[in-house]
C-alpha cells in the first residue's frame, strides 16, 4: 500500500534535485547534473523531459533553463511538503 507512494516521494525528490540544479546552473547539461548529483544519466534525462512537459524547464542549445513557474514551484514547495506533512500527522493520530 505504502509502496506507490514511497515511489512518489522518490521521483519528487529526483526531479526537485534536477531542478534545483538546474535553477542554479543554468543553463547545465545531463552530464553536469550527472557528475554533481550522482543521480544516473537515463534517470536525470527522465527527470528532464518531466519538467519540460510540466513547463519548469526549456531545453536550450546549452542545456536546460528554469522557466518563472519553476522559480514558482520552488518557492512554494516548502508549504506544500508542510501541509502533506500535517495530514499524514492526522492519519496517525
Known amino acids: 500500500m ?10 519528487l525528490q529526483r526531479h526537485t534535485i534536477v531542478l534545483q540544479k538546474v535553477i542554479d546552473g543554468m543553463p547545465i547539461g545531463i552530464r553536469k547534473i550527472a557528475d554533481e548529483t550522482n543521480i544516473p544519466e537515463h534517470k536525470i ?39 502533506i506533512t500535517d495530514q499524514l500527522q492526522q492519519l496517525s493520530e
Do not use: C, D, W
Not at 505504502?2 to 516521494?9: P, V
Open 45 to 83: 534525462r527522465y527527470s528532464l523531459r518531466v519538467l519540460e512537459q510540466k513547463g519548469m524547464i526549456t531545453p536550450t542549445q546549452y542545456g536546460a533553463s528554469p522557466t518563472e513557474k519553476a522559480i514558482k514551484f520552488k518557492q512554494q514547495l516548502g508549504e506544500r511538503i508542510k501541509n
Open 2 to 11: 505504502f509502496e506507490r507512494i514511497e515511489h512518489e516521494l522518490e521521483l
